[in-house]
């Protein structure tokens, strides 16, 4: 009996022994790992979505994985990187030029601006309790009061990453070497996830096709198709001669991937703005083209490039979108979502196998 506890002891001192070793050893991982983490796990994300790319590089090149690793993440380099780099560099001239010569110049003396405050005014003044009166110079100091700090936030923060270039090169070569890794070993590494995970094989196997599938469908019925829209609308700008339209795309593509919110937020106020100006054509562009182009694509796309049984409600993918944002930073707008998933995915598997247990 004493043996047989001695033993038992020995064998529980062994256990904790190792989880202590475990969870040391992975906060310090963590711990080193801290700054380029995001990119592992965008470049994961990414990996997982342009993954049928590789398989048809890979037979392209006669099955040689290494090869179809590299070439495939070229491309995605050039068809991804180079761009950015070029609209960061456009977009930080814009907004300099728009700090410069637009904010101190708002001139808002046109008649329609001054028949639309006049009645605003009148309307003031029929609601009781209220003496307040819209004026130009107001109106204009608060545009340049709205104006400002966002477009110095925006300088500071593209000079910022401008400035810190070594921290750029090496964040693409940890999103490189993580794409290059995963391509290949993506069959054996979901088979070690498995290996490792306590859970029957069925429910692990649950885990990674509806994580996957939700993502695809997070990343086609959102990313995609906020980008279509966002070229459509540049579009429209672009017709209109709109100033400023590259940094009012990567405005409009931002909130194209909000539910709800979508690019109407920047074409529709810009519509308006030509309609009190007078210029009706250019009004009837934006507006019309809004309401009936722009808006039509994602209940065009959205049955064609996603699948129903693996989407995430407009409302939990705006919450997740936006808690993801504020906790994470920009790479929230990925994270945010994903987390989202996992988490509805896990209700999802209670709900069929462990509620009935309790």
């Not at 003031?124 to 009166?133: R, T």
């Not at 090169?169 to 999103?175: A, D």
């Not at 279509?228 to 795309?249: E, P």
């Amino acid at each position: 009996m004493y043996v047989t506890y001695k033993y038992m002891n020995k064998a529980r001192q062994n256990t904790y022994f190792f989880y202590a070793i475990l969870l040391t050893s992975s906060i310090a991982i963590g711990y080193m790992l801290r700054d380029v983490l995001p990119t592992i796990i965008l470049g994961g994300t990414f990996a997982i979505f342009t993954y049928p790319l590789y398989k048809t590089v890979l037979g392209r090149v006669g099955e040689r994985y290494r090869l179809a690793s590299l070439l495939t993440a070229a491309l995605i380099l050039i068809i991804v990187v180079l761009p950015l780099v070029f609209i960061g560099n456009t977009l930080l001239k814009e907004i300099v030029n728009f700090r410069q010569n637009i904010l101190p110049g708002i001139n808002l003396e046109l008649d329609s601006i001054q028949t639309l405050i006049a009645s605003i005014n009148e309307l003031l003044q029929k609601i009781p309790g209220i003496s307040y009166q819209l004026t130009t110079d107001n109106l204009a100091n608060f545009i340049q009061d709205l104006a400002q700090p966002a477009s110095s936030f925006l300088v500071g923060a593209l000079v910022n990453i401008g400035a810190s270039s070594a921290a750029i090169v090496l964040n693409i070569v940890v999103f490189v070497v993580t794409v290059v890794s995963i391509y290949p070993n993506a069959i054996i590494l979901r088979k070690k996830i498995s290996a490792l995970s306590p859970l029957p094989e069925n429910i692990n196997e649950i885990y990674f096709s509806r994580i996957v599938a939700m993502t695809m469908s997070m990343i086609k019925g959102t990313f995609l198709i906020a980008l279509v829209q966002t070229i459509i609308g540049s579009g429209l700008l672009l017709i209109t001669r709109t100033d400023y339209i590259l940094t009012l795309a990567i405005l409009m593509f931002v909130l194209g991937v909000i539910p709800y919110i979508g690019t109407s937020f920047v074409l529709l106020p810009i519509g308006a703005w030509f309609l009190i100006q007078g210029s009706y054509i250019n009004a009837a562009i934006l507006l019309l083209g809004q309401i009936i182009v722009v808006g039509s694509v994602d209940n065009i796309l959205r049955p064609l490039l996603v699948d129903k049984r693996a989407t995430l409600h407009p409302a939990l993918m705006f919450f997740s979108v936006l808690g993801g944002v504020r906790a994470l930073g920009p790479f929230g707008i990925i994270y945010g979502p994903v987390i989202m998933i996992i988490f509805i995915t896990s209700l999802q598997i209670y709900r069929r196998f462990y509620r009935h247990q309790d």
